[in-house]
Nanobody, 122 residues
């Protein structure tokens, strides 16, 4: 059974930093693309950053130059380093991982983390 556990959220002042982590437990799979989404109150869930299995990254324009996504394949973990935080970054942040199980290479299964609150005060 696969579980995703997120950590690292919290309350920070504008200009501060936080580092989010999302670790997948279990075995018998590899992880393809890893993504971070965020959802502010009353708004849709939006993609923030993504990293492929090869290490290629992509970011939404509003976080470019401030956020860095990275991964540790040995730990099945994805990170989101958030610097120069702004009040508009306030949201619940979710990781989303594409898993391929060894027993079925042809299918990709998406898993969501439980979400972690990030609050940036002005």
């Amino acid at each position: 059974q696969v579980q995703l556990v997120e950590s690292g959220g919290g309350l920070v002042q504008a200009g501060g930093s936080l580092r989010l982590s999302c670790a997948a437990s279990g075995s018998g799979f590899r992880i393809n693309t890893m993504r971070w989404y965020r959802q502010a109150p009353g708004k849709q869930r939006d993609l923030v950053a993504a990293i492929t299995s090869g290490g290629s990254t992509d970011y939404t324009d509003s976080v470019k130059g401030r956020f860095t996504i990275s991964r540790d394949n040995a730990k099945n973990t994805v990170y989101l380093q958030m610097n120069s935080l702004k009040p508009e970054d306030t949201a619940v942040y979710y990781c989303y991982l594409d898993l391929v199980f060894h027993r079925n290479y042809q299918s990709v299964y998406g898993y969501w983390g439980q979400g972690t609150q990030v609050t940036v005060s002005s």
